[in-house]
T-cell receptor
Framework: KNEVEQSPQNLTAQEGEFITINCSYS?????LHWLQQHPGGGIVSLFM???GKKKHGRLIATINIQEKHSSLHITASHPRDSAVYIC?????????FGTGTRLKVLA | DGGITQSPKYLFRKEGQNVTLSCEQN?????MYWYRQDPGQGLRLIYY???????QKGDIAEGYSVSREKKESFPLTVTSAQKNPTAFYLC???????????????FGPGTRLTVL
């Protein structure tokens, strides 16, 4: 069993839909990260959180430390949101990554 | 603009040849990392360096080597001992070399290596 599990693995949505991607982890962490990887391969950091909730534009990330679970929400989804979304957790010296959720938003 | 550069974006090599992937950052970050990404798998750590002239093996270091002679540079050599080198390689960096726990990682654009 992977230490960081994401669901779903693949997701197709219509433009405007509300999207939720889930992440569960089984190790002790200092922080949880949500990353976005576009088709070209480059990765950008969306959120780093250790408690509660963060919002940036149409993106919202939440974390429940007791349940070892985080969610990434996208409101009013748009085709430009199509990408792979990766959950990662950070410990003392390294990060552990989930396998990613491939999102496709159709116009 | 500050960032991380990796070159080249695509690299083709014959089996049995060593190849070096470049990673340069001008973010003044202390820590640098090399990851490998394969289809259906999460990023896996190859090597990391928290400070100049020091580096540690990650989870899949066999068949790879690195150097950290300058703060801004962390090249990765894929040797002929690496059994399955074809993959997408990502370099990353974080500030605060000895305390990375709460630091955001910055990633380069990646190098796709194909060994023929």
């Amino acid at each position: 069993k992977n230490e960081v599990e994401q669901s779903p693995q693949n997701l197709t949505a219509q433009e405007g839909e509300f999207i939720t991607i889930n992440c569960s982890y089984s190790v002790g962490i200092s922080a949880l990260h949500w990353l976005q990887q576009h088709p070209g391969g480059g990765i950008v950091s969306l959120f780093m959180l250790s408690s509660g909730k963060k919002k940036h534009g149409r993106l919202i990330a939440t974390i429940n430390i007791q349940e070892k679970h985080s969610s990434l929400h996208i409101t009013a989804s748009h085709p430009r949101d199509s990408a792979v979304y990766i959950c990662a957790v950070s410990g003392t010296y390294k990060y552990i990554f989930g396998t990613g959720t491939r999102l496709k938003v159709l116009a | 603009d500050g960032g991380i550069t990796q070159s080249p974006k695509y690299l083709f090599r014959k089996e049995g040849q060593n190849v070096t992937l470049s990673c340069e950052q001008n973010l003044n970050h202390d820590a640098m990392y090399w990851y490998r990404q394969d289809p259906g798998q999460g990023l896996r750590l190859i090597y990391y360096s928290q400070i100049v002239n020091d580096f540690q093996k990650g989870d899949i270091a066999e068949g790879y080597s690195v150097s950290r002679e300058k703060k801004e540079s962390f090249p990765l050599t894929v040797t002929s001992a690496q059994k399955n080198p074809t993959a997408f390689y990502l370099c990353a960096s974080t500030p605060g070399g000895t305390s990375i726990t709460y630091n955001e990682q910055f990633f380069g654009p990646g190098t796709r290596l194909t060994v023929l």
